[in-house]
């Protein structure tokens, strides 16, 4: 007995009509074909399950044949996969015959193919019949497919952004030229434009900065004190920057201009900006916490942020004077043991803070 399985991989028949799947019988399969080609015209796999029933009469005089429809997911190829191979197990199962059964796949293209040795994992496989539309291979069809290519915003901003600035690189070279500009710089600047957006493009830049620019929108509208805690807290991340390569300047001048080692660079940086930096974090912590707390989903827990971070800047601070001979070891001692301790207390005292308040609440709530 002959099987002829239409694959329908990314369930266009499950995602566009009302029909389950798989779908058995030759009369099944070309009601769903209708109901598909009636949901959207231009779908492939319309022609595949057309294909299918062409088939099914053809050999039906010759031999015992059935058809069916199988489908996957948009999902994934290899859970796309696994839901055909699933469905094949159902069309196998519901098929009653002794006859051995071997199968013809009926695809519209090398992604449905994929599947292939999933089905051939199950049942022989007779043949592959790829289904291409005799219309696609005319120029009637090329410039329809591109039209609707560049009916597509995401397509057309993609190639003819593009294209338009490499068309654009002549054209205003010759006008840089005419106005006594030099024609590198031109040439430089536009193409440096495309690089930026083919790089933004390939690697979804532009997504981030939509969704940057909304956040900041909706903080704006909100009312968000974060907004400004991180205004505030980068421009003193830039000024503990200045400060650490000032310091590192100052340290050198108080060496004789000698060469310093990596150890007393990095301290000379960290004991400039290490006061700025934790200014920075105390500032965008402190934002946070006020957001959450308007928001009413504040914890106890978050008051540690400014602790922690006041902890880790006394300690690095310490550190970084040692090195620069600043300080005595037994400052450094003194700093590293309060250190710990403030960051130890803390979380002691916000854990009991919240224990305590919580279950508080729930007994006011009950």
């Known amino acids: 007995m002959l099987l002829v399985l239409c694959v329908d991989l990314d369930d266009d028949l499950g995602r566009k009509t009302d029909f389950d799947t798989p779908v058995i019988g030759r009369d099944e399969v070309e009601a769903a074909a209708v109901a598909l080609a009636t949901a959207d015209p231009e779908d492939s796999d319309v022609n595949v399950m057309f294909e ?119 054209p205003l070279a010759l006008a840089a030229d005419r106005l006594g500009m030099p024609g590198g710089a031109v040439f430089g600047g536009t193409s440096a434009l495309l690089g930026l957006y083919v790089l933004f493009r390939g690697l979804g830049i532009e997504r981030l900065v939509d969704r940057v620019a909304e956040t900041t929108r909706t903080s704006l509208y909100a009312g968000r004190v974060t907004l400004i805690t991180y205004v505030v807290a980068a421009a003193l991340l830039i000024i503990g920057g200045v400060s650490g390569v000032e310091t590192l300047d100052a340290v050198k001048a108080d060496y004789g201009g000698n060469e310093l080692g990596a150890l007393r660079v990095l301290a000379s940086l960290i004991y400039g900006a290490v006061v700025w930096f934790s200014a920075a974090g105390i500032t965008s912590s402190l934002g946070q916490i006020t957001d959450e707390y308007l928001a009413d989903q504040f914890r106890w827990r978050y008051l540690n942020a400014p602790f922690y971070v006041l902890a880790i800047g006394g300690v690095l601070r310490a550190v970084s004077a040692y090195f620069l001979d600043y300080v005595e070891l037994e400052f450094l001692a003194a700093m590293l043991t309060a250190g710990t301790l403030l960051g130890l207390t803390s979380t002691l005292v916000f854990a009991i803070a919240e224990s305590r308040y919580s279950r508080s609440g729930q007994a006011r709530a009950s």
């Open 52 to 170: 299918g029933v062409h088939l099914y009469d053809r050999i039906q005089a010759d031999e015992s044949v059935e058809v069916a429809v199988v489908t996957g997911n948009e999902g994934g190829d290899i859970s796309a996969n696994r839901e055909v191979g699933e469905e094949v197990d159902t069309v196998l199962a519901s098929i009653s015959t002794s006859e051995e059964i071997t199968t013809v796949i009926v695809t519209d293209g090398a992604q449905d193919e994929s599947v292939v040795p999933v089905i051939r994992s199950r049942i022989p496989v007779d043949g592959v019949r790829r289904v291409v539309v005799r219309q696609a291979q005319d120029l009637e069809s090329m410039y329809y497919t591109i039209k609707q290519v560049l009916n597509d915003p995401e397509t057309r901003g993609t190639i003819l952004v593009p294209l338009g600035i490499l068309l654009l690189i002549y």
